[in-house]
């Protein structure tokens, strides 16, 4: 989504359905902010915004991050292009006119697409 779309707003609210307490802070400027969920999960949330140094990829460890477990979320994935992993399930939200959101689901693979049917269940 566009800025101001809601993606922080929903990654917070997804964060906490997950059981992350305290603050929960926007990667806008750190990048990536990690949490773990009270069941063990690791949970690492990107916002690659103000991402443009190629470089910078692989001096903070993102290959590595990408290719462990864990949960990760990804706002601007496109300002990653050609560095992420296909994102399982992808979630394209516009703001519309009236203060309301218009929110779309896109499974790009078979585990995304197993996400999807639990989520329409």
Request: no cysteine; charged share 25%; glycine share 10%.
């Amino acid at each position: 989504g566009d800025l101001g779309a809601g993606k922080t707003t929903f990654v917070r609210h997804l964060l906490r359905a997950l059981g992350i307490t305290g603050r929960i802070k926007s990667p806008t400027y750190a990048v990536v902010e990690p949490h773990e969920a009270p069941d063990g999960l690791a949970i690492f949330h990107f916002d690659f915004y103000r991402f443009s140094d190629p470089r910078e990829w692989e001096d903070a460890g993102f290959r590595d991050i990408f290719a462990g477990p864990g949960l990760k979320l990804a706002e601007w994935p496109e300002n990653a292009a050609g560095r992420t992993p296909i994102a399982d399930l992808a979630i394209k939200i516009e703001a519309m006119t009236d203060d309301t959101r218009s929110v779309t689901l896109l499974a790009n693979t078979p585990r995304g697409g197993d996400l999807l049917s639990h989520a329409a269940a």
